[in-house]
């Protein structure tokens, strides 16, 4: 089975940049979707960002993040990144990378492969 791991949180000040990385244990473009969440504490998993498998390039963004966020993935080394910009003091949270054969959703229920999560802080 795929096993994912996160890195690259940290903390920044409002309006700047992080770029996460999730290295997958195999192969898994064209047959996965990976899938970034966050959490804050006290409130639930928000689905993030997720590139499909199953159809090239296809990705799908929260609202809250859209034009701010960037996922993509790098086939040889097996690792999805999101880049994100222009940061907030609410994007403040713990993100985990997720994966799951087959079609994207950014419904934290559809996943079945979980890293332990990495943090980002944003003060202001």
């Known amino acids: 089975e795929v096993r994912v791991q996160e890195s690259g949180g940290g903390a920044v000040q409002a309006g700047g940049s992080l770029r996460l990385s999730c290295v997958a244990s195999?192969?898994?473009?064209?047959?996965?979707?990976m899938g970034w969440f966050r959490q804050a504490p006290g409130k639930s998993r928000e689905g993030v960002a997720a590139?499909?498998?199953?159809?090239?390039?296809?990705?799908r963004y929260a609202d809250s993040v859209k034009g701010r966020f960037t996922v993509s993935q790098d086939n040889a080394k097996n690792t999805v990144y999101l880049q994100m910009t222009t940061l907030n003091p609410e994007d403040t949270a713990m993100y985990y990378c997720a994966a799951r054969s087959g079609t994207c959703y950014l419904a934290s229920s559809w996943y079945n492969i979980w890293g332990q999560g990495t943090q980002v802080t944003v003060s202001l």
């Open positions: 195999r192969y898994t473009y064209n047959t996965y979707c």
């Open positions: 590139i499909d498998g199953e159809e090239v390039h296809r990705t």
